[in-house]
Nanobody
Framework: QVRLMESGGGLVQAGASLTLSCVVS????????MGWFRQASGKNYEFVAA????????KYADSVKGRFTISRHSAKTTVYLRMNNLKAEDTAVYYC????????????????????WGQGTPVTVSS
């Protein structure tokens, strides 16, 4: 059974950086694209970033482009989200998720396209 476990969240000041990690367990390698979503209090899930496991093709939400970087470590089946220049509006619970197909399609930013989710890690950015 595949499981995802996020870590690295915390409380930081605006302008700071954080790196979130998501470890994939339950299989030797994932092979499937991975994504990060976030959910702020009282709001819907929001797509943040995604990466194709096999060719490192990446996608970003406009709100984080240029500030966040998604990457992977295939040997450890881990995906990272490096977040720079954090803003108060980045405050949310961040979730990693596994895409349901072997390569990112046109609807990579939809929550429904991801079928395995972690438990989330909270990020709070104080202004």
């Amino acid at each position: 059974q595949v499981r995802l476990m996020e870590s690295g969240g915390g409380l930081v000041q605006a302008g700071a950086s954080l790196t979130l990690s998501c470890v994939v367990s339950g299989r030797t390698t994932s092979g499937y694209p991975m994504g990060w979503f976030r959910q702020a209090s009282g709001k819907n899930y929001e797509f943040v970033a995604a990466i194709n496991w096999r060719d490192d093709n990446t996608k970003y939400a406009d709100s984080v482009k240029g500030r966040f970087t998604i990457s992977r470590h295939s040997a450890k089946t881990t995906v990272y989200l490096r977040m720079n220049n954090l803003k108060a509006e980045d405050t949310a619970v961040y979730y990693c998720a596994e895409y349901e197909r072997i390569s990112l399609g046109d609807e990579y930013n939809l929550r429904s396209e991801y079928d395995i989710w972690g438990q989330g890690t909270p990020v709070t950015v104080s202004s």
